[in-house]
């Protein structure tokens, strides 16, 4: 494999290649294929109302959701779900909340690669006897689908003359619990994941992800959501706020939480939805033992957004959305003596897109200003693409990406922080009834001021897998992943990783 670098901090040829591996992606799987041809579904499906039953009709597609309307289009998610009303990966999530964290980017497509999808662009394959599907367990009005994967992997990082090599055990569990009400929806979320060295050196990356929705039908054509959520990861040596040196980074806990309204006006919709997130930061360790504390990072960040879409048909909505937000950091000033307390607001236009099980997601195009308490501190101002698209180019096949623009402040004294810019996109697709393929691939190019002391960086991964279904309860899961931070100045970092696994699942 050949890895072209682009030290010279050429911005054009970086969009170009984003844009080159979608359409490429895309390309590749709507060439015309042996499988199904896949209809148009003309029922509409509306986000977070998934099928509270779950069942399916008896010629093997999905059973029609009867469920109170929100006529949000729903983006099918990529990441790992039980089925495809699962919540959006948290990386390409549209509520108007963080799109990227610190951890690793790698290791999150390595989770979603081992995950098989309960079905495939919404159409329940027929199994053979008494088929594959995941049913789940009964606990009273809610219903439980746990799983666990156990692999083991091999990894080789290296950055410059540095090697580090290293085989391990990981556990993944994730579970959902979603309530089959006659009217209102609880689903909460669950992911884990426990990684042990059995031999050679490298950082372990544990990563816990809960997310709790609880959907209210009000009336007069209202519906609220109600969500919390906790995350914990230890942050990566590759991002740019991770501490030099450090033998074990800071461990990562964020609390979330949030309250939406959307509600229907005719042919207006409308959106309010209030966001607020508790980040905390543990100490991190040195080489020596010696530990350095992070509380300065510390911070509460809040978000109001509000949208106004008008519908030109059930299809197609163009909308307008304004946001506005605040991060005050618990210590007033940082280690270094600079006011990381910030306001930032910013707005955009674009339109939601819903043709059933064939095509929907939305595209929006704005602008994001971030100022910050410290005069010394240089505000950040960036256009912005956000969105996610759900395609699926025939039957058993499908295509999601994933557009987000973010501002992540930094811990350099003097530097505000940078503007980061990801691509992410995954293709599923059914290669027989009880074999499933997957292709997950993104970039990420995180952009800094003129005036500051950092260098741009780009992060390119890529991740392939396939899960063969032994039975309803039994997985077998094989994937291999490889990540580049291709650095203007220092160091790249290329990182290879494989892994074979079990899944055990109800």
């Not at 010279?8 to 984003?18: I, K, M, N, V, Y």
């Not at 998610?77 to 959006?88: E, F, I, V, Y």
């Not at 956000?386 to 530097?415: E, M, Y």
Request: proline share 4%; net charge negative; with cysteine.
């Amino acid at each position: 494999m050949s890895i072209w670098n682009d030290k010279a901090g050429g911005r054009s040829l970086r969009l170009t290649a984003c844009a080159a591996s979608a359409l490429l992606g895309c390309g590749v799987l709507a060439m015309p294929q042996q499988s199904l041809s896949q209809s148009l579904n003309t029922s509409q499906t509306s986000a977070n109302n998934p099928d509270p039953t779950g069942g399916t009709s008896t010629d093997g597609l999905a059973a029609p959701d009867t469920s109170p309307k929100s006529k949000t289009p729903k983006v099918a998610t990529s990441a790992g779900s039980d089925g495809p009303d699962a919540p959006l990966n948290p990386r390409l999530r549209l509520d108007g909340t963080d799109t990227l964290t610190t951890g690793s980017i790698l290791n999150d497509d390595m989770r979603r690669i081992n995950t098989r999808d309960a079905s495939v662009d919404n159409v329940t394959v027929k199994r053979p006897g008494d088929g594959n599907d995941q049913q789940g367990i009964q606990l009273g009005s809610f219903t439980l689908r746990p799983s666990v994967n156990q692999s083991v992997n091999v990894e080789d990082k290296r950055t410059g003359s540095t090697d580090e090599k290293r085989t391990y055990l990981e556990t993944d569990l994730r579970s959902t619990l979603t309530s089959d009400w006659s009217l209102h929806q609880l689903t909460i979320t669950g992911d884990g994941t426990w990684q042990k060295n059995v031999s050679g050196t490298g950082e372990e990356q544990p990563n816990v992800d809960i997310k709790a929705d609880l959907r209210l039908d009000l009336p007069s054509e209202t519906t609220a959501h109600v969500t919390a959520g906790y995350q914990f990861f230890r942050e990566s040596t590759d991002d740019p706020n991770a501490l030099a040196g450090a033998a074990k980074q800071s461990a990562v806990n964020q609390f979330d939480g949030g309250l939406s309204l959307e509600r229907d006006f005719g042919i207006l919709r409308g959106t309010t939805a209030l966001a607020l997130t508790r980040t905390i930061y543990s100490n991190a360790v040195l080489s020596d033992g010696t530990s350095v504390t992070l509380s300065d990072r510390n911070q509460t960040a809040g978000t109001l957004r509000g949208r106004l879409g008008y519908e030109l048909s059930p299809a197609l909505i163009p909308f307008v959305e304004a946001t506005l937000g605040r991060t005050l950091y618990d210590d007033e000033r940082d280690s270094s003596g600079y006011e990381r307390s910030s306001h930032s607001y910013g707005g955009k236009a674009g339109i939601e897109v819903d043709l059933g099980e064939k095509l929907k997601g939305e595209l929006g195009i704005g602008y994001e200003q971030t100022d910050f308490q410290d005069p010394r501190l240089a505000s950040i101002g960036t256009p912005t693409i956000d969105g996610a698209i759900a395609w699926s180019p025939q039957r058993g096949t499908n295509v999601d990406i994933g557009f987000s623009t973010s501002v992540q402040p930094s811990t350099t004294a003097g530097d505000s922080g940078y503007v980061a810019y990801q691509l992410t996109e995954t293709i599923t697709h059914q290669m027989t009834d009880n074999l499933v393929a997957k292709l997950t691939g993104g970039t990420i190019w995180r952009d800094y001021p003129s005036n500051s002391s950092a260098s741009d960086e780009t992060v390119y991964d890529a991740a392939a897998g396939l899960t063969w279904s032994v039975n309803r309860y039994l997985d077998l899961t094989s994937n291999v992943g490889y990540e580049l931070t291709s650095r203007q100045t220092g160091d790249d970092t290329k990182q290879l990783r494989a892994g074979l696994g079990l899944t055990v699942k109800r």
